[in-house]
């Protein structure tokens, strides 16, 4: 589980959970003092390393800002994306990305690693390409997702590329202000979101003419 | 308009619009080089002004940061919610304010204005709190409406707060993939993220029982 922050020194976890750590704590760094204000002595500081103990665990502070975002994606790749790509129908295969998603914005990982994935455009070249193209299979499974469920029957006629990034902006868009202890739990954020998407989307069954609008008093 | 490039010098709008651009020219070095990395000479010179020049506009860079994002907002209400908010039917109300904010997000102002005003943490005291005061307005504004709809029948029920950053996260995250001139025109977005919100957030008139399923052939 990505937030283990502290109790990394035993079993044959605690290298990877030290690694995490280090990318979490790094994160935060950044995120508070801008790529270039965070130094790799601040970083070690803050891992409680010393700056040759952190240039164990990393190569350079570049690559470290494109193993931050690729931890991000490892995993959301391993909670989400892994856990329902084999989902035969479209909808429900959607209606389960979606929540898992969610749970994963809200709980799964630190805010800052969602800054840094989608605010950061600090990386170039190759190691862009690596991320952008893990970020663009997602679209393309959302799309294509969307598409099916359509070709079936079951869902409006939309954009699947419209579709998509919908799902994508309510989803990714929560890092900016959802708060998890607050009015509304994780749970029945991911419930909520599924409902105003898919409520929608989703053709209802026929159903037998309704009375003549129901009003509630209130 | 926002985007009035060049041509400056002309009747009572030139300082107005020279002003306008010089906000955007600083918001897109901003963007480019980060708030520390843009110093004003470099701002001056992207602007075609010298230091002095400048200074003549601006009161400082701290200042400008709050301008150009007081800027974004008032495009935003001059072009968004002032032209919606009088409009009785909650639905429509949301609807038009769906497209309108889809067309300015697409075409009224650069994406750096967006950037600055929904990445950039840097404001702090009194500014960062009159910035997030009219960013609130809008959240409610959109709840309410949400909520208002709700009680008249014609929508579905959910979390206002939820459909309400359902909505914002749908039309700010834009930004982030939507490039003008591409496949899908902002016209087309704005109906497509219509239908794929409302769709299902309203209740459809009651219709006469469907025949079973169409499907259409591929």
Redesign the interface.
């Known amino acids: 589980m990505p937030n283990t922050h502290g109790g990394a020194e035993k079993g044959p976890e605690s290298s990877k959970d030290r690694h995490r750590l280090i990318l979490e704590t790094a994160a935060r760094l950044i995120c508070e003092k801008?790529?270039?204000?965070a130094s790799i002595q601040d970083i070690a500081d803050a891992c409680g390393l010393t700056k040759a103990g952190l240039y164990h665990h990393i190569r350079s502070k570049e690559h470290l800002l494109l193993e931050i975002q690729n931890y991000g994606m490892d995993v959301f790749e391993e909670q989400v994306l892994s856990q329902v790509i084999a989902i035969a129908d479209p909808i429900e295969r959607l209606k389960t990305c979606m929540h898992r998603n969610v749970m994963l914005v809200t709980k799964g990982w630190s805010k800052e690693v969602t800054i840094i994935l989608?605010?950061h455009a600090t990386l170039t070249g190759e190691a862009r390409s690596q991320i952008n193209a893990r970020k663009k299979r997602y679209?393309r499974f959302l799309e294509s997702s969307f598409a099916e469920a359509i070709?079936s029957?079951?869902m409006?006629e939309?954009?699947p590329?419209?579709?998509a990034?919908?799902f994508?902006?309510?989803?990714?868009?929560?890092y900016?202000?959802?708060r998890d202890g607050g009015?509304?739990s994780a749970e029945?954020?991911a419930d909520?979101?599924k409902?105003?998407?898919?409520?929608?989307?989703?053709?209802?069954p026929?159903?037998?003419?309704?009375a003549p609008?129901?009003?509630?008093k209130?």
């Open positions: 801008g790529y270039d204000g989608h605010e679209v070709r029957g079951r409006r939309v954009n590329t419209v579709a990034f919908s994508l902006g309510m989803v990714l868009w929560i900016k202000w959802f009015k509304i029945q954020l909520e979101m409902k105003v998407l898919f409520g929608g989307l989703e053709i209802a026929a159903k037998a003419p309704a609008t129901v009003r509630r209130r």
